[in-house]
């Protein structure tokens, strides 16, 4: 650290005369441990002899005994000007210190783990995507962020900082600010057709803690749930947390396959889908289907949690009622997220509920995490009320457009013996259908090499899937970094495959 001031007041330091060490012995070994745990990191500032002295309650001399040893075994360094601080380049730990302790010390062990979690060990699940800048092609499930309109967004922040704290610093209700509530219930009215009261809109930290909250509300141990395969297999897993037995339904060009749903589940407590825009594969549920889906639910009493996932990305055709506007009555849950329509890092979104779920809902949210920042949802009310949100999505839309057509037609040209990779109505990915011949491990490898990311659909399959794919995300990407990387991708595999000939 090169600042003046100290980065933490160090108080963790203690000394006892009740101790038979000698208390410069007790403060050297304190912070030598502190360095090498890194809680003290290499050049950062420590106290001055004369203020540690005074917190502590000891003599100065025994501060100064104490760095004084620690500086000759190269730990500290005084410098004129600069203070005490730790040294860039100092000795390792001995064996027998807290650093190389062995692994039987550790108090909670993975038998400690609850069986609904060590349950998820035959799940691939990879948490490590956030925190790794920018995205590279052909990442997926990102919106374009670069040409979100930060300088609208800076400017409302600006002017809520600038108002009284109370009008953003003190809590708000459970279930979200509630005139973010009413501007959502309005856009959904007007842009997806769906009909509801403020009152019933429960902003959320994005798609996902709304099926965690549903999860909580309505589901006891072995309840079935059911899901589409492939699907968003990271919400099946928070309703295995939750006990749910997962029962899977095959999907094909027209979505969820209803036959065979009402063949073979006749008793179901959930039912997840993705009938605007399908996970991962893109695919839109038919009209029919939607008729027949709400029909099986009403028939065994099933509540559907429809994931309106990217419904707004519409890029050809009307697009179709969604299952809670066909619904007659209190059977649909449905749930959309800000953060694929503004930016990752936005954990906004929202759910659709029936009256009688909305106080049960607030007060689990209340338990859990009280509400979402304060901040950031007025500021989206603004955002939305302003119109800055409907420009943007328009905006969004021609884009996204632009830059599917320019993949699929790179594809056509470099990627014709490698997959196929016909164009959607919608969405933010498309998929790659591997070629006879190709093996998917060895092209997503050859992608790697030149820093291109593509995931294998079955990531998202729960059974054995009959046909390999992969995911290619265009969104983020420009026309010129779409075609580049298309091409280094081809180049990539077939020096990989001839280093195997």
């Known amino acids: 650290m090169t600042g003046k001031h100290l980065r933490f007041q160090f108080e963790s330091i203690t000394v006892s005369t009740q101790d038979p060490t000698a208390l410069f012995r007790q403060l050297e070994n304190q912070i030598r441990e ?43 360094v005084t410098l004129r000007g600069s203070g005490t601080r730790v040294t860039d380049h100092f000795p390792p730990p001995s064996k027998d210190s807290p650093q190389e302790s062995d692994a039987s010390s550790i108090s909670i062990k993975q038998a400690d783990f609850s069986e609904r979690y060590q349950a998820l060990a035959n799940h691939e699940i990879d948490i490590s995507q956030g925190g790794q800048g920018t995205a590279r092609p052909f990442r997926a499930n990102i919106p374009n962020y670069f040409e979100f309109p930060r300088a609208q967004w800076a400017q409302l922040m600006s002017k809520k900082l600038r108002q009284k704290p109370d009008s953003w610093m003190e809590r708000v209700h459970s279930c979200g600010y509630e005139p973010l509530r009413s501007a959502i219930s309005s856009y959904l009215g007007v842009s997806r057709g769906v009909s509801t009261t403020a009152e019933q809109v429960i902003v959320t930290a994005g798609a996902q803690q709304a099926i965690e909250l549903i999860a909580k509300l309505l589901i006891n141990p072995g309840d079935v749930v059911c899901f589409e395969d492939p699907g968003y297999t990271h919400a099946a897993m928070v309703f295995e947390l939750a006990g749910a037995k997962i029962v899977t339904i095959p999907v094909d060009e027209d979505g969820l396959d209803v036959d065979e749903l009402q063949k073979t589940i006749s008793e179901a407590k959930l039912l997840y889908v993705t009938p605007a825009n399908h996970f991962p594969l893109c695919t839109t549920l038919s009209q029919s289907r939607r008729q027949a889906l709400l029909k099986w639910a009403k028939e065994t009493d099933t509540i559907i949690l429809e994931d309106d996932y990217n419904g707004e990305y519409r890029y050809r055709g009307r697009p179709l009622p969604t299952l809670h506007t066909m619904a007659n009555d209190d059977r649909v849950i449905y749930i959309g997220s800000f953060s694929k329509l503004l930016f990752p890092a936005l954990r906004l979104g929202y759910m659709v509920v029936p009256q009688q779920l909305i106080e049960p809902l607030g007060t689990i949210r209340w338990l859990l995490d009280r509400h979402s920042p304060a901040l950031e949802q007025i500021v989206l009310t603004d955002f939305i009320n302003h119109g800055h949100f409907s420009r943007h999505i328009r905006r969004m839309r021609s884009l996204y457009s632009e830059r599917q057509k320019a993949l699929v037609n790179a594809a056509k040209e470099h990627l014709a013996d490698i997959l196929e990779l016909p164009p959607l109505d919608g969405g933010l990915h498309l998929i790659g259908w591997l070629k006879e011949g190709v093996e998917q491990k060895q092209l997503i490898s050859a992608a790697d090499s030149v820093d291109i990311e593509l995931l294998p659909t079955s990531l998202f399959n729960f059974k054995t899937p009959q046909r390999e794919g992969v995911i290619f995300g265009y969104a983020p990407y420009n026309v010129e970094q779409i075609v580049s990387s298309v091409k280094k991708l081809s180049s990539a595999y077939w020096q990989s495959k001839n280093e195997r000939l």
């Not at 004369?50 to 500086?71: M, P």
């Open 34 to 76: 502190a360095i090498w745990q890194e809680r003290l990191r290499a050049s950062e500032r420590l106290p001055s002899t004369r203020h540690l002295a005074k917190q502590l309650g000891i003599a100065r001399n025994t501060v100064i005994n104490a760095y004084e040893q620690l500086a000759l075994e190269g730990f500290i």
